[in-house]
């Protein structure tokens, strides 16, 4: 399932079947995208992929050509 959590804690669940999009809030480009296809499987759509491009067919949005992924461990 997908959820959002706020700072205080509280949750709030995503609908079955809708698409969570995360967004850069200056240029309005998809960074990535994430979809419950089943109950145990998660569907990321990353910039560059296949089903980037027909995402942004179906939706006449843009991702952001660049995705940058950080990790802290070391």
């Given at each position: 399932?997908?959820?959002?959590?706020?700072?205080?804690?509280?949750?709030?669940?995503?609908?079955?079947?809708?698409?969570?999009?995360?967004?850069?809030?200056?240029?309005?480009?998809i960074?990535t995208?994430?979809?419950?296809?089943?109950?145990?499987?998660?569907?990321?759509?990353?910039?560059?992929?296949?089903?980037?491009a027909?995402?942004?067919?179906?939706?006449?949005?843009?991702?952001?050509?660049?995705e940058?992924?950080r990790?802290?461990?070391?």
């Open positions: 399932m997908l959820r959002i959590r706020n700072m205080d804690g509280t949750t709030m669940d995503i609908p079955a079947g809708a698409f969570v999009e995360l967004v850069d809030a200056h240029s309005g480009a960074g995208v994430w979809f419950q296809q089943t109950p145990a499987c998660m569907l990321r759509i990353i910039p560059g992929s296949v089903d980037a027909r995402y942004s067919a179906m939706f006449g949005v843009k991702f952001n050509p660049i940058i992924t990790s802290d461990a070391k």
